[in-house]
């Protein structure tokens, strides 16, 4: 449902049912929309609670965020959600800032997505759900880092992994996308599912983890 | 101990977990003190709570909200409107953050290389298709003087004129009213794109001259410019080694060069110098190398804001091609 009426913020298609607008949210655009067609599981597992504070690491040009928000905020934030946006590139921080004027709620933070210290007092409590979408090497030491400092227990983390950016292995995608697995795993992190994007986004994988017990603090 | 903080407020926090001390911010809340406070953390400083606080107890340890290491309790955190207080902050603060982007010269040099070289190849196409237009009416004007030739057409108003203009006969078949106008429009699209590309040029000229100081002293300002916005950004222009220098622009060759072991490209745009392209073949290959090399000291000398160089460097190099000139007059021998 379309959180800000008669405005489309990528040239999605705008539609009403039953006297509400509804925006399509295109896969081949958004990750997380392609997680959610791909997933075995229900796709809903994959979103946060509605009113929740959730963080978003490398929010891009703001295609899933602006879902996001239409989830979890709703028209006018009346649903009272935060959705706390990191991305390092001003050129997408542009676009984020344009939507956020529109959308109390949403909250744009240019800033390194492993520079905790610089951001970290705008999420005050850890959040029940963190998604990263960074694209560049080290990204899972990132998304591990993050996971640490802010995902709640139980919390939803999701990860989106571009094989193109890790360092390839010489032993193929599987592996290498195993392997990431593995190291989820090791870390306290129970990895729920690995949604294979092939097809939306191709040598893409996004896994889906919950937090389990990996500090109580 | 420890001294915890965020923008707003500050503890310090025993092993134990209990507050020891705890100093809230009590002034006026505005959006603007907000951002302020959000920038000193974003530095990595304390905020006047926790400076008072570290000035009490200078033993404890400051750590912003959020560090692993700190014991977990019940910290002063900010109330739901001062949260979205500072929300409304963070939003003024990446405002601010994506406006400070537009400083970066690299970015603005991108636009005006790229941009002067789209509007000159649109020039030059219309500059040519007005040529043949009008050459297929007035066969006999010549347009030995292009530019001329373009602001005679922009100026009259019937094709009788412009015939008596170029002091030509009036030809049997002429273009009708409309269609006159038509070519006449053209003529003064196209001249007016010649003269936005000077003042392109011109703007270009003075950026680059601020930002690349040295190596506009050395190259001119156009060469610099490019070298710069081919290399990605002064910066990395600065850290390339003089041999990458010496053949940016010439990828397409280099790489033929690495796949098919054909002669290795001599140089690239540095090429449009005329102490290259204005010397005997066999010797732009060692000039282009000296050059490059020249380029990448001024290119370092402007990354880290040196004293730029001026006429008497430039006149230094300048020997250096005449000397390399000198030494290599014959082509070398074949055999």
Redesign the interface.
């Known amino acids: 449902m379309n959180a800000v009426p008669g405005t489309s913020v990528y040239g999605e298609s705008l539609r009403r049912f039953a006297g509400k607008e509804h925006r399509r949210w295109d896969p081949t655009r958004s990750k997380l929309g392609a997680g959610m067609l791909r997933t075995n599981g229900d796709p809903a597992a994959l979103l946060p609670q509605a009113g929740s504070t959730v963080l978003y690491l490398g929010a891009g040009h703001g295609t899933s965020v602006s879902h996001l928000y239409d989830h979890l905020c709703g028209q006018s934030n009346r649903l009272n959600g935060?959705l706390v946006c990191v991305d390092l590139a001003?050129?997408c921080?542009?676009d984020?800032?344009a939507m956020?004027?529109q959308r109390?709620?949403l909250?744009?933070?240019?800033?390194d997505a492993r520079q905790?210290?610089?951001?970290?007092?705008?999420?005050?409590?850890k959040v029940p759900w963190l998604f990263q979408d960074v694209a560049q090497a080290g990204q899972v030491d990132i998304f591990l880092a993050a996971c640490?400092?802010?995902l709640a227990p139980g919390g939803v983390g999701l990860l989106s992994l571009k094989a193109a950016s890790e360092r390839w292995t010489g032993e193929g995608e599987a592996a290498l996308f195993n392997a990431v697995a593995q190291r989820l795993a090791e870390a306290g992190l129970t990895v729920v599912e690995t949604i294979d994007l092939t097809g939306y986004e191709d040598h893409h994988r996004l896994f889906h983890v919950r937090n389990g017990g990996l500090?109580h603090? | 101990m420890w001294l915890w903080y965020d923008w707003r407020a500050a503890a310090v926090v025993d092993d134990q977990g209990h507050l020891v001390d705890v100093i809230e911010w009590d002034g006026h809340m505005t959006e603007h003190a907000v951002v302020e406070r959000l920038r000193t953390v974003a530095r990595g400083a304390l905020i006047p709570e926790a400076q008072a606080l570290a000035a009490r107890f200078p033993e404890a340890k400051a750590l912003v909200h959020g560090e692993p290491e700190l014991p977990a309790t019940s910290y002063p955190l900010p109330s739901y409107e001062q949260q979205q207080l500072a929300d409304q902050a963070a939003l003024r603060l990446a405002v601010e953050g994506v406006q400070a982007a537009a400083s970066d010269p690299d970015r603005r040099l991108e636009h005006l290389v790229r941009g002067s070289d789209e509007l000159r190849a649109h020039h030059l196409t219309m500059e040519a298709r007005l040529i043949e237009w009008v050459g297929l009416f007035f066969p006999m004007t010549v347009a030995t003087d292009r530019q001329a030739y373009v602001r005679a057409t922009a100026q009259c108003a019937t094709s009788v004129e412009f015939a008596e203009t170029m002091e030509v006969e009036v030809p049997p078949v002429l273009p009708s009213e409309v269609e006159w106008r038509s070519i006449q429009e053209w003529a003064e699209n196209t001249a007016n794109a010649n003269a936005r590309l000077d003042r392109m040029e011109n703007a270009l000229r003075w950026l680059a001259g601020e930002h690349l100081p040295s190596v506009s002293a050395l190259v001119g300002p156009l060469l610099a410019a490019r070298l710069c916005v081919e290399a990605h950004g002064r910066a990395r222009l600065a850290r390339l080694p003089s041999g990458t220098v010496q053949i940016l622009g010439a990828e397409k060759a280099f790489f033929h060069h690495l796949k098919t072991g054909a002669p290795s490209p001599k140089h690239g745009h540095i090429f449009m110098h005329p102490w290259i392209s204005r010397s005997p073949r066999w010797v732009r290959g060692k000039i282009a190398r000296m050059l490059a090399g020249k380029i990448s000291i001024a290119a370092k000398i402007d990354a880290f804001e040196g004293e730029p160089w001026g006429e008497a460097e430039v006149a230094k190099v300048e020997e250096r091609v005449e000397a390399l000139r000198e030494a290599n007059k014959q082509p070398p021998s074949r055999r």
Do not use: D
């Open positions: 935060r001003p050129r921080l542009r984020l800032t956020a004027t109390p709620g909250v744009p933070v240019l800033g905790h210290g610089a951001w970290g007092v705008l999420v005050p409590t640490q400092r802010f500090n603090a």
